[in-house]
């Protein structure tokens, strides 16, 4: 794998985005707008954090793409993705997935 610079120049550019899962947007669409905690590429494992609290581990993934200013995850082996809430609520919990994608998306209008 080597797609470090591919998501770091993404959210250089963009700043951050709503982020939607294979079965659907976490949280409202556009809601919310989540920066790139950091990054890590290991094997054919790949691990973005957002915002501190939601993790993203991608095992077997085989691309990830620009499309339209959108940042597309996918397809991959398996998706871990393990959340925190924010504010008061900080319920915690995970999701696993075998199929789809993943997209980070920019938010509308920019």
Known sequence: MRFTN?????????????????DGW???????QHAL?????????????????LTLRFNGLKLVTNRDHNLVFGPFDTLRFEWEGFGNDGTQGFKEYR?????IMRAPGR
Not at 8 to 18: A, L, N, R, Y
Not at 26 to 32: E, K, M, T, V
Request: proline share 4%; charged share 30%; no cysteine.
């Open 6 to 22: 591919i998501i770091q120049q993404w959210f250089k550019d963009e700043w951050g985005g709503s982020l939607m899962l294979p």
């Open 26 to 32: 976490y949280g409202r669409p556009y809601d919310s």
């Open 37 to 53: 905690t950091s990054i890590d590429e290991l094997d054919d494992v790949l691990t973005l954090v957002l915002s501190k609290k």
């Open 99 to 103: 199929m789809g994608e993943a997209k």
